[in-house]
């Protein structure tokens, strides 16, 4: 007789084999669940030979079901709409899954759906993320596939916005500034990077290509996420084009956000 156990349970099942003319037996069986089990062979004996026992263990591990996060794209600009497309492959039982999305500001991820997905069918929702986020996707299996999850990170950039004064005119793209007048130019960022650092860079246009004038470092946004650079023009060349942007570099502790630069804005002096 052969007994079959099962770790963490009190029910047992007995198969009777009998044995081929060299004493040997085979025993296919297949196991209910996944788990630990125990297979007891026993010879009652006889008269002439006593008792036997013999023990295998075999452990059933559950199956891997298909699960998959995809995004519309990885690298975003600021409180851009994400899509995501959440595909399930087969299972026995269960075909729900939860979504989840960590914003890279906060502590901890928050619930998106709960929902199950039909057999070939995919499970479609659309995000807004103003930050950063992870995206996650747990399947708590079932009683034949295993408990899985999956990730999908959206990188998403700041927007940084840009605008001169101290300009008395315009001409087409140019802001026309006066030779020894003051250039303000004024930064935002968003969302609120309150304490960090943006940078100017100016480039000029000469020999047929714009070249690197001058980048200004690390001027601190006020609490409104906003600056301002105020530059003197005495010592530029009138006549000749320039351009600047505001280019925002986040600080090494803040990963909620990716790097972005404004758009050029484009001056000359005369």
């Known amino acids: 007789t052969v007994t079959r156990s099962q770790a963490g349970s009190t029910a047992t099942k007995t198969f ?15 196991p209910p669940a996944a788990g630990d089990y125990k297979y007891t062979a026993t010879f009652a004996g006889t008269t002439a030979i006593t008792p036997a026992t013999a023990t295998q263990s075999v452990s059933v591990l559950k199956l891997t079901t298909a699960l998959s996060i995809s995004a519309s794209r990885t690298l975003v600009s600021y409180n851009s709409i994400v899509r995501l497309t959440i595909r399930l492959g087969t299972t026995d039982t269960s075909r729900t899954v939860l979504v989840y999305a ?4 906060k502590p901890r991820a928050t619930l998106l759906r709960k929902a199950s997905i039909g057999r070939g069918k995919t499970l479609a929702i659309s995000y807004r993320a103003p930050h950063t986020t992870e995206f996650s996707v747990v399947f708590g299996g079932d009683a034949h596939y295993a408990a899985r999850t999956v990730t999908r990170t959206v990188t998403v950039k700041v927007s940084v916005s840009e605008h001169l004064s101290g300009y008395y005119g315009t001409r087409g793209k140019y802001h026309l500034f006066s030779s020894g007048s003051v250039l303000s130019a004024h930064a935002a960022v968003s969302p609120n990077k309150r304490g960090q650092c943006v940078m100017f860079e100016v480039q000029e246009y000469y020999q047929g290509s714009w070249r690197v004038v001058n980048v200004f470092n690390c001027i601190k946004l006020s609490r409104s996420s906003t600056v301002t650079g105020k530059f003197g023009l005495s010592q530029a060349d009138r006549g000749f084009p320039y351009r600047i942007r505001a280019d925002f570099v986040h600080k090494a502790s803040d990963h909620s ?6 758009a050029w804005v484009y001056l000359e002096i005369e």
Request: charged residues 15%.
């Open 257 to 262: 956000n990716a790097n972005n630069d404004s």
């Open 16 to 30: 009777t084999v009998s044995t081929t003319s060299d004493g040997s037996f085979q025993l296919t069986d297949t």
């Open 102 to 105: 960590h914003d890279l500001s």
